[in-house]
């Protein structure tokens, strides 16, 4: 029989992740930014080619453009007719003559061939000898070869990377149409909190840490696109804990909370969102990352945090990270798993889903962080990744396992 005193049960992060996603309806509004200044920023509508490019069929080398049929056989010697450098266009090659062209310059018409310089010789009376009998096509690049004329280079919801601002770039656009920032206040719990900078190591009162969880929390925000005002360390108490929220639920589109959340007497988190609005406490089935909470506080959205390190930036990365690039509009927000070699033991797994900490090694496998208690945050910063690991699997040298590469998650 169940009593109320049993705990609740554990959701699957999958579970979590769905019904997380179906409240980030993406945010409203549109700013229309310098491509310079749009590096992680999400389009809201496709980015369409007005040209083709290249614009022209143009020289892929330094050498000397000519009509292959001209060479019957090699060390043959023609006059150049001309020179054409990038920026510049040539005219109608003359026949048995060739020009001289250079990276980037437009083809001349009637010539189907580049031979690179390396394989040309000047003689003394400047006619060039060709060594080599090239193939037509050789060394063009031809136009529209990297994007044709209406197409499509870049979709709505795609986050935009440095190398997508090369792309927009290229077909002249000095300014894109993405989605607003979300704003998102910050704030850790916790009266054992001591913010680097105000207290000296040696100085530090029994039972006080340093406030760790703030610090990456605020720099992952900031890599996702976010706004983030930064409201500290709430002390713990149910009125501290009620004004903290109040405050930050106006001007924001998320509450961020790290701690606090498990249902301990000195947890406000659940009491104090319960009173300005509604809860969801979730026990997920994952290590690190036990409590995990969603609600809203007025319009805002409230997501709160456990307040192990590990589990906090782990949560973060697995849950807030997707919900975040859903609020931006970005389409595809799965966080991609690879197949690797598992350099390692794992001898007792747990019953909750497991996200190990874990470095790629030169041999092409998977080192584990020997310490995978939760608040161990060496691990993370030792670590390339997380080892996804289901629910009581071991694992032994040689099995292959999934792993999620930091890079992937921290984007
Ligand atoms: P809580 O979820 O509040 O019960 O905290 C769980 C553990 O995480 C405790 O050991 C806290 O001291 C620690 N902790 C909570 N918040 C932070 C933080 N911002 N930085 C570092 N450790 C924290
Ligand atoms: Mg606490």
Same mark, same amino acid.
């Given at each position: 029989?169940?009593?109320?005193?049993?705990?609740?049960?554990?959701?699957?992060?999958?579970?979590?992740?769905?019904q997380?996603?179906?409240?980030?309806?993406?945010?409203?509004?549109?700013?229309?930014?310098?491509?310079?200044?749009?590096?992680?920023?999400v389009?809201?509508?496709?980015?369409?080619?007005?040209l083709?490019?290249?614009?022209h069929?143009?020289?892929?080398?330094?050498?000397?453009?000519?009509?292959?049929?001209d060479?019957?056989?090699?060390?043959?010697a023609?006059?150049?007719?001309?020179?054409?450098?990038?920026?510049?266009?040539?005219?109608?090659?003359?026949?048995?003559?060739?020009?001289?062209?250079?990276?980037?310059?437009?083809m001349?018409?009637?010539?189907?061939?580049?031979?690179?310089?390396?394989?040309?010789?000047?003689?003394?009376?400047?006619k060039?000898?060709?060594?080599?009998?090239?193939?037509?096509?050789?060394?063009?690049?031809?136009?529209?070869?990297?994007?044709?004329?209406?197409?499509?280079v870049?979709?709505?919801?795609?986050r935009?990377?440095?190398?997508?601002?090369?792309? *927009?770039?290229?077909?002249?656009?000095s300014?894109?149409?993405?989605?607003?920032?979300?704003?998102?206040?910050?704030?850790?719990?916790?009266?054992?909190?001591v913010?680097?900078?105000?207290?000296?190591?040696?100085?530090m009162?029994?039972?006080a840490?340093?406030?760790? #969880?703030?610090f990456?929390?605020?720099?992952?925000l900031?890599?996702l696109?976010c706004?983030?005002?930064?409201?500290?360390?709430?002390p713990?108490?149910?009125?501290?804990?009620?004004?903290?929220?109040?405050?930050?639920?106006?001007?924001?589109?998320?509450?961020?909370?790290?701690?606090?959340?498990?249902v301990?007497?000195?947890d406000h988190?659940?009491?104090?969102?319960?009173?300005?609005?509604?809860?969801?406490?979730?026990q997920?089935?994952?290590?690190?990352?036990?409590?995990?909470?969603?609600?809203?506080?007025a319009?805002?959205?409230?997501?709160?945090?456990?307040g #192990?390190?590990?589990?906090?930036?782990?949560?973060?990365?697995?849950?807030?990270?997707?919900f975040?690039?859903?609020?931006?509009g970005?389409v595809?927000?799965?966080?991609?798993?690879?197949?690797?070699? *598992?350099?390692?033991?794992?001898?007792r797994?747990?019953?909750?889903?497991?996200f190990?900490?874990?470095?790629?090694n030169?041999?092409?496998?998977?080192?584990?962080?020997?310490?995978?208690?939760?608040?161990?945050?060496?691990?993370?910063?030792?670590g390339?990744?997380l080892?996804?690991?289901?629910p009581?699997?071991?694992? *032994?040298?040689?099995?292959?396992?999934?792993?999620?590469p930091?890079?992937?998650?921290?984007?």
């Amino acid at each position: 029989m169940r009593s109320d005193r049993q705990a609740p049960a554990m959701k699957s992060l999958d579970d979590a992740l769905a019904q997380l996603l179906t409240h980030a309806t993406p945010l409203g509004g549109t700013e229309r930014v310098a491509t310079f200044d749009a590096d992680g920023r999400v389009l809201v509508q496709d980015v369409v080619s007005a040209l083709q490019v290249p614009p022209h069929d143009n020289s892929s080398m330094d050498g000397y453009a000519l009509r292959c049929a001209d060479l019957g056989a090699p060390d043959l010697a023609l006059p150049v007719s001309q020179r054409i450098a990038a920026g510049s266009t040539g005219t109608s090659l003359v026949a048995m003559t060739v020009a001289r062209i250079f990276t980037g310059a437009p083809m001349p018409h009637g010539a189907d061939a580049v031979v690179m310089q390396e394989d040309c010789e000047v003689q003394p009376d400047g006619k060039v000898c060709i060594r080599a009998v090239p193939k037509p096509g050789q060394w063009i690049r031809r136009a529209g070869e990297d994007v044709t004329q209406g197409a499509v280079v870049l979709s709505k919801g795609e986050r935009l990377t440095p190398a997508s601002l090369g792309l *927009a770039a290229s077909i002249g656009m000095s300014h894109l149409t993405v989605t607003r920032r979300p704003k998102v206040a910050l704030f850790s719990t916790g009266d054992e909190l001591v913010m680097p900078g105000t207290v000296a190591p040696n100085d530090m009162k029994p039972g006080a840490i340093y406030n760790s #969880n703030r610090f990456f929390l605020k720099a992952l925000l900031s890599r996702l696109g976010c706004e983030v005002t930064d409201l500290g360390i709430v002390p713990d108490r149910l009125a501290a804990t009620t004004d903290a929220l109040r405050a930050a639920a106006s001007e924001h589109d998320l509450i961020l909370t790290s701690g606090g959340v498990s249902v301990g007497e000195e947890d406000h988190i659940k009491p104090a969102v319960q009173s300005l609005g509604q809860l969801d406490l979730w026990q997920l089935a994952i290590k690190p990352g036990k409590p995990f909470a969603y609600g809203r506080v007025a319009d805002a959205h409230f997501i709160g945090l456990p307040g #192990n390190p590990v589990s906090s930036f782990v949560t973060f990365l697995l849950l807030v990270r997707p919900f975040l690039l859903t609020l931006q509009g970005v389409v595809d927000v799965a966080s991609n798993s690879i197949a690797f070699r *598992a350099d390692f033991t794992w001898a007792r797994g747990d019953k909750r889903r497991e996200f190990l900490r874990a470095r790629r090694n030169a041999a092409g496998g998977l080192e584990l962080f020997e310490n995978q208690s939760s608040g161990v945050l060496t691990s993370v910063v030792w670590g390339d990744g997380l080892v996804d690991n289901p629910p009581g699997c071991t694992i *032994a040298p040689g099995d292959v396992v999934r792993f999620i590469p930091f890079s992937e998650l921290l984007a």
